[in-house]
DNA sequence: CCAAAAGTGTTTTCCCTACACCCATGT
DNA sequence: ACATGGGTGTAGGGAAAACACTTTTGG
């Protein structure tokens, strides 16, 4: 790997990844922000990311940021590259150009700490969130219309949910997701027709009645692009 | 913009753009090659492509690289970056990331010449293409995916025509793309039905009954994402 | 008048939407 | 018993798909 051939011309650039970690957190859609502890922007909320490492991947990059800076204990279930971020003056340190990604964590990925060089992190409203840093929130922005997209396409709801939910449940990511209330009756259905979902036990909530369980079957995989 | 507020571990790579540019020709839908003149991988065929300058914007370079590379007479109707190539080794000569656009050229734009250090330029089937150079093929199957979807959503077809064209042109710049055949009267209720098409005089075609000719309507733009 | 391509309607099916009441449990 | 949330069915409208013949021109 000599980087000698490479023509003069080429530009040296800061390649950087960012993540846009979404989990569902007291029934809404939140996402995974860090307080920076470093200049610029330093005490600024922002996503997380950083540089890429010499022999690193683009997607290696991004779980190793979102572990290192936020102390998330779970995995993600789906992590996506989903546009890349590149004008010259995003950012006063230089070019640094950065390749966004999108990451799907399940509920229960509540608590974080900051690590690395940051103050803190923290899961807020992805639809509401704080001022943030640099171009973040253009970021977010994307972000969220293709999580939108996805939604519909893939079954990437199923993703937000520990391995056993309810219709009620599932319904709540949907809406928290697209901002706006769905008809029941017609969420079952649609869901129910897909045949990707099985029955099993029972289950009480604080009040009301139960509602049936259910877990995803063994086919209905997350398509590509 | 000073470099020295990098941190050391900032990985400096080269980055590159590299344009899937379409366009149809003989009823068939044509991705525009070069062929190499240079190492590594000369004299195969590859993408338009190279790296971008300091202070250039993703846009501008891939722009750039279409001019000189190619020496196309007419400018891109639609530009747009869809899927960026960052894995550690698909380039020989090091660390190189490349951000691929998607390019859609009008009718008439079929004459090419190769420029700068290519040896050749050409319109060749998208859909069957001869082997390419690096990673090029996974880059033209993801833009092949892409443009099948943004067919659907956006009106791109249009950008395939000349300022006026008839339905059954129109039909088959959707049948090349979507690489399958499509029903005349349906495709016409649909598209009609829109209105986003106007009708102005008429045309022959060299034999059977003449066509009407169409016009975009005013509004009608291509949307976002 | 023949070849060649353009143009035209109807029927059926499927999916999405709107909409209101009963059920099972905990307190 | 009652409060709370879970669960269920049907009817109407609109978009998409299937399907074959007539029309207009050039040669």
Same mark, same amino acid.
């Given at each position: 790997m000599s980087d000698l051939l490479l023509p003069p011309q080429a530009t040296q650039v800061g390649l950087a990844v960012d993540v846009a970690a979404f989990a569902m957190h007291a029934g809404e859609l939140r996402v995974l922000l860090v307080q920076r502890g +470093? $200049? &610029?922007? =330093?005490r600024d909320w922002a996503l997380p990311g950083g540089f890429v490492h010499p022999g690193e991947e683009l997607h290696e990059a991004a779980l190793r940021e979102l572990r290192t800076e936020t102390t998330v204990e779970l995995e993600p279930r789906h992590l996506e590259q989903f546009f890349t971020f590149g004008e010259v003056? *995003?950012? &006063? *340190?230089? *070019?640094i150009v950065s390749v966004a990604h999108l990451a799907v964590l399940p509920a229960g990925a509540v608590e974080v700490s900051g690590g690395g060089h940051t103050l803190g992190a923290a899961w807020l409203s992805a639809h509401d969130p704080p001022r943030l840093a640099f171009d973040h929130q253009a970021i977010l922005d994307r972000a969220l219309g293709r999580l939108q997209l996805r939604l519909e396409y893939a079954n !990437? =709801? $199923? +993703?937000? !949910? &520990?391995d056993t939910f309810t219709l009620p449940e599932l319904q709540g990511v949907f809406e928290a997701i697209l901002n706006r209330k769905l008809d029941k009756r017609n969420f079952r259905k649609r869901v129910l027709s897909q045949g990707a979902l099985l029955p099993s036990g029972e289950r009480r909530s604080g009040v009301g009645r139960p509602a049936q369980l259910y877990r995803r079957a063994k086919n209905a995989r997350t398509p590509a692009l």
């Open positions: +470093e $200049l &610029p922007h =330093a003056n *995003r950012d &006063p *340190r230089g *070019r !990437l =709801a $199923l +993703e937000f !949910l &520990p």
